[in-house]
């Protein structure tokens, strides 16, 4: 059971040094960063934590498969993965449909871009030479010069029904968006084929808020759109710092992996440390 924090994608960019150096200092076992469009690139952010810390695993949540070639993105990781051995998870997805169309990058087909992607670039960071004419992609034996020693885990972020299949098929992981709650975690498991697996490791990302500032109507009603669900069905580690821990006990308890909170406000280390204290 591992417990993560993700670095806000509404936070100041230069607040991610003192950020990750300060998770590093404590009990945390994973920093996730974003790529969202518009806010901040998900591999130079990795980068950056990765460098200033010792001991944290850094996630990518989530790198757009339409925004990456497989190749450059293999490179990119490869990278990472021979810097920082054994430190890197790194998450692909779908992107969100709307922002894909606004730089033109929406595909035919997300469900066999995303197979075709983690498939290459699984391969590329085994040290493969790897040739596939897909629908998608389309490599010509291509291969890293400097493929990474240890391999690191590539994860889907990734939340409807076929895709969590596709996710079972594929991948080493699957990332699950804000708003999951322990009831739904089980299915969630079934769909990706990982139930009774140790092999594929299931992330629930999770708002984390433990008192002060209001939390952010207006980010929950997002998110809730986001899953099409109600915002009163968003669930999250809210409430008194045991109240939090407890809804993080709860999402381990019902089978994930690693809980990856997203403490909410102007100072999310304030939440951070309160959960830390209660569990």
């Known amino acids: 059971m591992r417990l993560g924090v993700m670095f806000d994608r509404g936070l100041p960019p230069e607040q ?37 810390t010792s001991r944290l695993r850094v996630g990518i949540g989530i790198a757009p498969a339409p925004l990456r070639n497989p ?24 992107g969100v449909s709307d922002w894909m169309r606004q730089v033109g990058a929406a595909p035919p087909s997300p469900l066999a871009l995303l197979e075709e992607t983690v498939t290459a670039v699984r391969a590329l960071l085994r040290g493969e030479t790897v040739t596939l004419h897909g629908k998608s992609v389309h490599l ?3 291969s890293l010069v400097h493929p990474p020693a240890v391999v690191p885990p590539v994860l889907t972020g990734v939340k409807s029904p076929k895709s969590l ?8 992981g699957t990332i699950v968006p804000e708003g999951i709650g322990p009831a739904q975690v089980p299915g969630i498991l079934e769909r990706i084929g ?8 299931l992330v629930v990302f999770t708002f984390l808020h433990t008192g002060g500032e209001d939390i952010p109507e207006a980010m929950v009603e ?32 019902a089978g994930a992996d690693t809980v990856a909170v997203r403490p909410l406000g102007s100072d999310p280390l304030h939440h951070v440390t309160a959960l830390l204290s209660a569990l």
């Not at 190749?71 to 779908?94: D, F, K």
């Not at 669930?235 to 381990?252: I, N, T």
């Open 71 to 94: 190749m450059l993105l293999a490179m990119e990781l490869g990278n990472l993965a021979r810097l920082h051995p054994g430190r890197l998870a790194a998450g692909i997805g779908h």
């Open 194 to 201: 990982a139930a009774d697996s140790d092999d594929h490791e």
């Open 140 to 142: 010509d034996g291509v």
């Open 222 to 253: 997002g998110q809730a759109s986001f899953l099409g669900v109600a915002p009163e069905d968003v669930v999250m580690a809210h409430g008194s710092p045991e109240e939090a821990a407890a809804q993080v006990k709860s999402l381990w308890a």
């Open 165 to 172: 299949a596709l996710s079972g098929r594929v991948a080493q």
């Open 16 to 52: 991610l040094i003192p950020f990750a150096k300060a998770l590093d200092a404590t009990a945390v076992d994973d920093l996730w960063v974003v790529e969202d469009l518009g806010w901040t690139g998900g591999i130079s952010s990795a980068a950056t934590a990765l460098a200033v």
